[in-house]
Nanobody
Framework: VQLQASGGGLVQAGDSLRLSCANP????????LGWFRQAPGKEREFVAA????????IYGDFVKGRFTVSRDNARSTLYLQMDSLKPEDTATYLC?????????????????WGQGTQVTVSS
């Protein structure tokens, strides 16, 4: 499974970014999808996940309504809309394909990972 994350960049605190994760070979079937992030020297952290039909979403506690996860199955693409960004959101954001159709916040629940896209938020 090939995943290509994009949309990261350098922004200021309070700005927005929209991350995308494409599956160009359309090999994802009825799997949940998720976003994680990892900052230098820190453990990988769960950000958000969405079920196959998009009817169920979960978020990390730190999100507090600032991020929205969505997916377009026709385009085989996952999105993460990030608003009100903070410097502590600075990290590499990775998309992943879950082992099942069930959303999970556990990294062990994901079978395939993209390379990630860097998000840097300046104060």
């Amino acid at each position: 499974v090939q995943l290509q994350a994009s949309g990261g960049g350098l922004v200021q605190a309070g700005d927005s970014l929209r991350l995308s994760c494409a599956n160009p070979k359309r090999t994802i079937s009825n799997n949940a999808l998720g976003w994680f992030r990892q900052a230098p020297g820190k453990e990988r952290e769960f950000v958000a996940a969405i079920s196959w039909r998009g009817s169920n979403t979960i978020y990390g506690d730190f999100v507090k309504g600032r991020f929205t996860v969505s997916r377009d199955n026709a385009r085989s693409t996952l999105y993460l809309q990030m608003d009100s960004l903070k410097p502590e959101d600075t990290a590499t954001y990775l998309c992943a394909v879950a082992r099942s159709s069930t959303v999970t916040s556990r990294a062990e629940g994901y079978a395939y990972w993209g390379q990630g896209t860097q998000v840097t938020v300046s104060s």
